[in-house]
Antibody, heavy 119, light 110 residues
């Protein structure tokens, strides 16, 4: 099973962007898709986006259309998520998670990255 | 507004069984769409408990089981233990090639 390690907590001002990394180990990087899921304070889990390890295929929830982008670096087994035009409603813990291709479930999760958006 | 509705809370006594429902409220997630379930303890990463409606991954307790009838999936926890307290989420793949989580259920062990 793959292990995922995410980058550390971030504090951003409204209108700024944040870039979170997710580094995989323990399995061949091209053997799974990577998803991004977030949880705002007091709220449930929310699916954001998916990227295949080559970075060719990406999809995101309609809610984040135009604000989220993802890249993949196979040389470092890392995936990056950029979220721009931040507002206080983007304050949340962000998780990356892996999906064995075409299985539709998330079998490994990162430890989470807290992003706080505050002026 | 999630297309998967769960009860906000479910409680049970030690050793009892409880069932959490997950009802599709949109045609986007109706029909045969794989359903998975996750346990989430505050401050920790979510953990896969059930996939493809009723399959249990290695590492998930045998006390967890899943089923589906029509547009409602269910997670049953048998022999409830104190460590089962936490939040539980169903998730499904949609006809728009995206994913959606249920509204979440807080499980309390009395």
């Amino acid at each position: 099973q793959v292990q995922l390690v995410q980058s550390g907590a971030e504090v951003k001002k409204p209108g700024a962007s944040v870039k979170i990394s997710c580094k995989a180990s323990g399995d061949t990087f091209t053997n799974f898709y990577v998803h991004w899921v977030r949880q705002a304070p007091g709220q449930g889990l929310e699916w954001m986006a998916i990227i295949d390890p080559t970075g060719v295929v990406t999809r995101n929830a309609q809610k984040f259309q135009g604000r989220v982008s993802m890249t993949s670096d196979t040389s470092t087994s890392s995936v990056y998520m950029d979220l721009n035009s931040l507002t206080s409603e983007d304050t949340a813990v962000y998780y990356c998670a892996t999906e064995p291709p075409h299985t539709r479930y998330f079998d490994s999760w990162g430890q989470g990255t807290l992003v706080t958006v505050s002026s | 507004q999630s297309a998967l509705t769960q009860p906000a809370s479910v409680s049970g006594s030690l050793g009892q069984s409880i069932t959490i429902s997950c009802t599709a409220t949109s045609s986007d997630v109706g029909g045969y769409i794989p359903v998975s379930w996750y346990q989430h303890h505050p401050g920790k990463a979510p953990k896969l408990m059930i996939y493809d409606v009723s399959n249990r991954p290695s590492g998930a307790s045998y006390r967890f089981s899943g089923s589906k009838s029509g547009n409602t999936a269910s997670l049953t926890i048998s022999g409830l233990q104190a460590e089962d307290e936490g939040d539980y989420y169903c998730t499904s793949y949609t006809s728009r090639y995206t994913y959606v989580f249920g509204t979440g259920t807080k499980v309390t062990v009395l």
